[in-house]
């Protein structure tokens, strides 16, 4: 299999939905003449020309909504949000529009939207460019949430997003754009909600997605050094959520340790933890601890920024009180 | 007496000031490549080379109790605004000393000193906060203003018209000015915008709307000291557009291939800083010698605040978690 990065993977997977589906177009700031502003519509433009490669205005608000008025009239709209920090401005749209429009018109209508966008801190962008917003965006019913790791479940889920007939936010990272991995050649979807099991093991679950799934696998091989075997499991998404293939991992392992880049407060990993703690309790032989980014607005300061996001020491740190039971 | 004098009638003191401001403004921006790459400083970095009539223009034309607030392009603005560079430049070295104690970086430079009130980095993000000093400042009957800078991109957001709307509402004590540097990011302002001419956007808000050369620091500040009056005298908002160019890319990792090789020519012909320079010859105002050491003084006070920012020191690990709150 070819060894490309994810940011060709979801090139790929946007190029191909585009060939297959005449209704599929993709708008956002920056998207054609520029290629992006991370460069993941590169070459889009050329190929498919202005009418299904659009740059927008800066107008989060107004693209995303016109995206969702596009969908609800047979079009299969891909809105670029250039970061997820910029998506707050959309907000409103996605949870006034986007996902409550097909409950609120009582199924008569659906919204076929993927809305796109990187997240994710760790390059001293500071409070206003690191936002991770999964958990908000998990938060609101109708609306899918996907979140792959590697390069393969970035195009094998941003193809199933596409195809989706709910709308979807697909939560790119930032950090991992550059990153390579294995890419099965061809047309191949990956379902949403189906968590993936990235390293087996025992003794305890590591529970993640994104850039943590990375986070997580180091601390896991420094782990099996002190004799301590986690398995990895990737959500690659909240919503479906992969509620079985967690109570599975927990109910092997006795014991689970939630890691993500939202704010600890709110963030996915109580949700997680809730719901094993309702549905295994027996299972569990400790309390579900969570590793998450500091409750406080991302400081610029490089010292201070590592400090604030989650690394392979707190994981492992983690791992080892929750082992203590 | 609020008033700053008509741009004819500045003194060879007050021009000198001018030009001293916009050379600072270069020196200081030129400095940081380098030291970006030598990674002194992180995250992104917006160089305001190319602008600096603009924000020396309006600062100028205000005063130090008048307040001024824009977006991440900003270290060119607190500079103009009066704070020293061994701040700002301790900001981008995330040091303690820093203007924002090295928790904001480049795009979130603050001082309430001299009231610069922050650079933002959702566009668009801030323009309802200067309509909410200048309702402040009416509030509490006092005869300031503010003057909210911000870019063309910022124009095609709804937040723009919102904040244009309220302004006019509440007859706010704001000056709008719009740097237009003609693109946001790789977008030029035809692309983006139905109406080229942004001055034009007020219109519908019955707010002034003031086309300005961006490059002419005399006619800026002219066209924000009138501004100022009206706001002053209780007569509401005014929307300036001020046509200006960035010489570098949209932020320091931007190669900036969309603009072409004789545009950047033509504007860098238009350079404020030696074409002020030269005018303030050939006026007979000054000689070329107090702008040479004017030159050479502001290289060396760049290369202090270089000094200073290199051996501040680093926020210590307890400041992650001060100023959350007010109260602990
Ligand atoms: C709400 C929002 N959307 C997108 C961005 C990404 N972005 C940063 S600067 C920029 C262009 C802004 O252009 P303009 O307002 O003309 O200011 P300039 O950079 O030219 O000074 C964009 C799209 C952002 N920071 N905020
Ligand atoms: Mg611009």
Redesign the interface.
Known sequence: MPLITCRDAINQALQEEMERDPNVFILG??VA??EG?FKVTKGLLAKFGEKRVI?????E??FTGLGCGAAMVGLRPIVELMTV??G??ALDQIMNNVAVIRYMFGGRVKVPLTIRSPGGAG???????SHSIEAMLMHCPGLRVVVPSVPADAKGLLKSAIRSDDPVFFVEHEGLYGVKGEVPEGDYTIPLGVADVKRPGKDVTLICLSKMVYVCLEAAEKLAEEGINAEVLDLRGLNPLDLPAILDSVTKTGRAVTVEECWLTGGWGGEIAALIMEHAFAALAAPVLRVAS????M??????ED??IPDVARVMARVREVMRY | MKERKEASQLQSTELLAMYRDMVRIREFEEACPALYSQRKMGGFLHLYSGQEAVGVGVARAIHQEDYMIGAYREHGLILAKGTPPGPVMAELFGKATGVSRGKGGSMHMFDPEVRFMGGYGIVGGHLPLAVGMGFAIQYQEKDEVVVCLFGDGATNQGVFHEAMNMAALYRVPVVFVCENNMYGIGTAVGRASAVEQLYKKSCAYETPGVKVDGMDVLKVYEAVRQAATRARAGEGPTYIEALTYRFRGHSISDPGTYRSEQEKKLWKERDPIPNFGRWLVSEGKVKDTDLKTIDAEEKELIAEAIRFAEESPDPGPEDLWTDVYVAS
């Open positions: 700031e920056d003449l520029y502003s740059d927008t205005p800066i107008a608000a107004g920090n910029f707050i401005v390059n001293q962008l500071g409070a206003q460019h500091a409750d406080v607005p400081p610029y300061n490089k010292a201070l400090a604030a």
